[in-house]
């Protein structure tokens, strides 16, 4: 079975400062998706970026970027010059067969 | 844009009873999926659908059943609500045929059971 393991349940940055949230997954899969989604107070989960795994480069939009360690298993997620819009949980997610399993979520807080 | 519309943000309702999560898409989109969210655990997937009148267990599908008589409407039901099926629950959307296709989220309906 797949597992998705988010280690920071609370991060805090201060405004326009650059942010890494952790997001390590475990699969014997070769082929497969990540996704990042974003949920803010206002409650709707919003995609983020997504990655393939066959492909090597890294997703990027706009101010988020992944970093993707195939062999790791790791899937984290920056965002630069960061905003107070920011502040949301943010989930890492597995896609396989059309389904999706979900990491723990970690809170970030983007201080002003 | 995709657009996922659940019927209630908030619904109290007491032990024992039957609740109703409804949640209607609007793009002829193939799948719907039924989450539950709690704090520390993230979303875990309850039941899922690919198709009309086809359903398929999720992760934690004991205590609920659910129903797709249309494409674009797919139906939670708690047989006889209790008190630990207080939470939050989130309906998702997305194409079916290729499997990477992203799932799109109404806005959460926040369940208390009393």
């Known amino acids: 079975a797949q597992t998705v393991t988010q280690s920071q349940p609370e991060m805090s940055v201060q405004e326009a400062e650059t942010v890494t949230l952790s997001c390590t997954y475990d699969?014997?899969?070769?082929?497969?998706?990540l996704f990042w989604y974003k949920q803010p107070p206002s409650r709707q989960m919003i995609l983020v970026i997504r990655q393939e795994a066959y492909k090597q480069q890294n997703a990027t939009e706009n101010r988020f970027s992944v970093n993707f360690q195939k062999a790791a298993k790791s899937f984290s997620l920056k965002i630069s010059d960061s905003q107070l819009g920011d502040t949301a949980m943010y989930f890492c997610?597995?896609?396989?067969?059309?389904?999706?399993?979900f990491g723990q979520g970690t809170r970030l807080t983007i201080n002003p | 844009d995709v657009k996922v519309t659940q019927s209630s943000r908030y619904l109290v309702k007491r032990t024992g009873e039957k609740v109703f999560l409804e949640c209607v898409q609007d793009m002829d989109h193939e799948n719907m999926f039924w989450y539950r969210q709690d704090p520390g655990l993230g979303l875990r997937l309850i039941y899922f659908?690919?198709?009309?009148?086809?359903?398929e267990k999720g992760d934690i599908p004991e205590g609920y059943s659910v129903s797709r008589e249309k494409k674009e409407r797919f139906s939670l039901i708690l047989e006889s609500a209790s008190t630990n099926q207080t939470s939050m629950y989130l309906c998702?959307?997305?194409?079916?045929?290729?499997?990477?296709?992203?799932?799109?989220f109404g806005d959460g309906t926040r369940l208390s059971i009393l």
């Open positions: 659908s690919y198709d009309v009148k086809m359903k």
């Open positions: 699969t014997s899969e070769n082929n497969y998706y």
């Open positions: 997610a597995f896609l396989r067969a059309q389904k999706l399993v």
């Open positions: 998702a959307s997305s194409l079916g045929g290729a499997s990477n296709q992203p799932q799109h």
